[in-house]
Nanobody, 115 residues
């Protein structure tokens, strides 16, 4: 049974930064492309950034130039460094394998951007 635990969210002012972490239990992530997703209130979950097994990153338009995804396979952990945050980034952030069928979703970590 795969379990995912996200952390690192919080309240941040516009223009601020946060670093999210995602630890995966029950499977080794080194063979999997991983991704960060987010879900804002009243909206569907959307893809934010992906990292393939070699660490090659891809980003959705909203994250380009501001977010960085990285992974530490030895720690079974995926990170999302978020800079220049704005109110549109307010959401619950989740990580999972990049493509379905997804593993069981974690609880996510809440990011709130507000002054």
């Amino acid at each position: 049974q795969v379990q995912i635990v996200e952390s690192g969210g919080g309240l941040v002012q516009p223009g601020g930064s946060l670093r999210l972490s995602c630890v995966v239990f029950g499977i080794s992530i080194d063979a999997w492309a991983m991704a960060w997703f987010r879900q804002a209130p009243g909206k569907q979950r959307e893809l934010v950034a992906t990292s393939d097994v070699r660490g090659t990153m891809e980003f959705e338009d909203a994250a380009k130039g501001r977010f960085t995804i990285s992974r530490d396979n030895a720690k079974n952990t995926v990170y999302l460094q978020m800079n220049s945050l704005n109110s549109d980034d307010t959401a619950v952030y989740f990580c999972n394998r990049r493509t379905p069928p997804y593993w069981a979703w974690g609880r996510g970590t809440q990011v709130t951007v507000s002054s």
